[in-house]
Each structure stands twice: as structure tokens, then as C-alpha cells.
């Protein structure tokens, strides 16, 4: 056999073994070893847990009007702790941040978005209403608290909002790229910080449109916020008197070894073993911890999995676990103080995780530091041996390495929610096994491209 039958013979055996193995993924979810994500719905039980879990979805709805299937709805729900679905409610076209709120203890506070479209929008085609809501998860009841439409459909849905007192709220104003405290009961706006007070409109983002992506905002117990500018790669900590309190920002725009378009970072006073704040670092596909300290911002703590891929929570519980959103891992999971995931429920695209009973976000758990919690990151196959899911995870670790974050990030997000690990490594297969036998191809033909003002296809003597 000739060496060029012999190549055409190994890159044909690629390309059709890659194909199978992605047929084979398109009829089961082999991403983790949990069960598929529900094609409709979340879960009706998932295992018991100490507390309510409150899960809040995001949707890709923009890929399909009819709302069926993973990522194509968004949703609310809330699993007791026998573990069986306590609460439901998929209404809203998409859902954020979720809080425990004072009004009582299965009681919280969301918010969501819902677009719009004709007379609602004004001058604009399409608007979204963002809405902050308060549901009671027992007997169901829904109060509205507060609403604004804004224009457009992305980058202009609310992500958080957190209470600052009685009726009162400051808002993550993800269009306007400010923060600003309103009082519900009378809309006025009491308060506002603009992000043009401090940043230039060459930094981040397009401007105006999607600059900051100021996607979270944290009350503190001294009066300061701290807010997320995702596409800053900081966090920043506001003085409502002074604005940015410059020598406590966390990271750098671009500096991504810190910060990679961030979300919902919480932060862990003093008396808890802080200054310190844990953060979804998504598009570094990790969770990390930073301490204060004299230096400014050492990290402290590291979490990842191979699984893990564009986390947007993370909250520290009391008992020193981590309750995880892994938005494009599909799932939300809880990993204790040794790195292990010791809970775990498949969720289509979560956005938002909150264990009630455990305080607001973080405000409950302990520092990494004060606790020695050891990082984790998903660089090896372990010592199970040369396994099917072995190799599996080996070729899909590679790929994460080869691949930037966002872009790998960007391809998972629009992808089916069958598409597994299995898949991903037979689609990287066959898109690297046809390019290579196309260009093997190309040079042993008798054609060749000439640019020369049109493009010529000429044929080559031999």
C-alpha cells in the first residue's frame, strides 16, 4: 500500500469514528456522570439536602421561539430538603439573582426579565421589563416590588439587585452601566453611581452599548457596595459618599490571571476569617477566592473540574462546603471543604444558586483561609486506569488547554444540551480529521488558487 492510501486510509477511519461517536453522544448526555438534563423541565426530586436550594435559569431563547427543550426556557426552582420540588415557576423569559428576603423564612427575593415587544417598547422595536419580584415558595404568592423597561433585548436585563433597608433596593443597572438605590414603594431614585465617574469609555466593552456589563452589586455591613464589572475583569468596592475606593479594586481590565469577565462575586467580612471574596471567575472556568491583605488581593483558593465550564455563582456555606452554578456544565453542585462534590443536580443553564437558612449569598460561610481549604484544579486523568471516560476526559482536558476560555465558552453555550463530553471530543476530532484529509487533498491535486485580481482556478501540468 502506498504511504498517501495509507494516510487517506487513517484520516477516512478518523472521520468515520469521530461521526459515530457523535451520533452515539446525541442520544445521551455523557458530560458528567449524572443523569441527562431533563429536555423540558427541571428535576422533580433531586438528593436531600439541610435547607431549601433555590436555583434560578438562564435561556438561550434567541436560538428557538418555541421554548422547548435545555436552554430554550428559563425557570425558578426550589427543592426542599427532603429533596423533593417544592416550588416552580417558569413565567419569565429569563431569571438572575435570587435572595432569601426578611418577609419570612421560605420567602425570597428575585429578579427577571421579560421581553417585550410593539407599543410596550416605545421607540424601540424590542425592550425587555426588568422586574424584582418576592415569591412566598409554600403557598406560591407573587408580589411585584419594583420594574423599569429598558430598550433592546441583550445587555440590558437587570442581573442583581440586593436590599439597602425597608422598600428600598440598589439595582446592578446592567444598560445604564450604573448602580443606583430606589425606593420601591415610591420609585424615586435616592442615589446613583455611574461607571463614566470612573472609567473611560475606551476601557471595557463596546460603548455604549454592553461597556461594563456591571453585572452584580453587594451591600455590605460598613454601607460600601461592591460591584462586578464584568468586562472590566474588576470588582470594585464604591464609597456612596467618595465613589471607587481605588486601592481596594480586585483585578485589572485584561490582567486575566486575576479576573476573566467575572459574575456574582460575594465577599466574606473580617469576623468570618476576611476581608475576602469568592468569585465565579467564568471564563477562566474556575472558582477563586482572594484575601486581603497588606498587599492587597492574594488568592487563597481554587476550585475546577473537568466539568466545570462558565461558572456564575458560588456561594460559601456554614459548614465550610461551596454551593456552585456551572452554567454551561448544566448542573449546580456543592463541593466540600476537601474538594470533593458531595451534591450535585443537573440543571439546564443555571444562572444562580441560594441555600436559605445558610444567610445571603456568602454572608454565612467562612474564609478559605480560615478554613485551609486546599485548592483543586482539573489538569490529569486520575489513576483509574486507560478507560473509556479516562481517555474521554484526558482529550477533553486537552482541548480546554488548547482552547481560550470565551471561545470554547461561546461554542458550549450554543451547542444542544446533549452534547457531552463524548461529543465535544468527537466534534474536535472531525473537524480536525476532515480539515487535515481536505488539506492532504488539496496538495497532492492538480489544482491550484492564483490571486491575481479575480481568482483563477488553474490546472496544474504534471
Partial sequence: ?????????????????????????????????????????????????????????????WLADDGAGPRQSSEIVAFAADGDRLYHNGSHDRYWDVDPSPAGERTVLYTASDHLN?????????????????????????????????????????????????????????YNDRVFVVDTSTGTVEWAWDAQQHYDPGSGGPFPRDWTHLNDVEVLADGRLMVSLRNQDQVVFLDRETGVVDDWTLGAEDDYDVLHEQHNPDYIPEERGGPAVIVADSENNRVVEYQRTDDGWNRSWTWSDVRLQWPRDADRLPDGNTLVTDSNGDRVFEVNPEGEVVWSVDVAFPYEAERLGTGD?????????????????????????RTRAGLLTEAWLLVKRLVPGPMLNAVVYVLPGWFGLQAAVS?????????????????????RIELQGPVDLVRERR
Fill in 361 to 385: 449569598e456568602s454572608t454565612g460561610g467562612e474564609s478559605a483561609a480560615a478554613l485551609g481549604l486546599d485548592s483543586r484544579q482539573a489538569t490529569a486523568v486520575g489513576s483509574e486506569g
Fill in 118 to 174: 410593539g407599543s410596550a417598547c416605545n421607540a424601540s422595536t424590542v425592550c425587555t421589563r426588568n422586574v424584582v419580584e418576592r415569591v412566598n415558595l409554600t403557598t406560591g404568592a407573587v408580589d411585584r416590588l419594583y420594574q423599569r423597561v429598558t430598550p433592546f433585548k441583550s445587555s440590558t436585563r437587570w442581573h442583581d439587585v440586593d436590599r439597602i433597608g425597608d422598600g428600598r433596593i440598589v439595582v446592578a443597572d446592567i
Fill in 427 to 447: 466534534s474536535v476530532l472531525l473537524v480536525g480529521a476532515a480539515t487535515t484529509w481536505a488539506a492532504f487533498e488539496w496538495r497532492r491535486a492538480s489544482y
Fill in 1 to 61: 500500500m502506498s504511504r498517501a492510501r495509507w494516510y487517506r486510509l487513517v484520516l477516512a477511519s478518523l472521520v468515520v469514528a469521530a461521526a459515530i461517536g457523535l451520533v452515539d453522544a446525541s442520544t445521551s448526555s455523557n458530560l458528567g456522570d449524572d443523569e441527562p438534563v431533563d429536555a423540558t423541565n427541571v428535576p422533580e426530586t433531586v438528593a436531600p439536602r439541610d435547607g431549601i436550594t433555590v436555583v434560578t435559569t438562564d435561556s438561550n431563547v
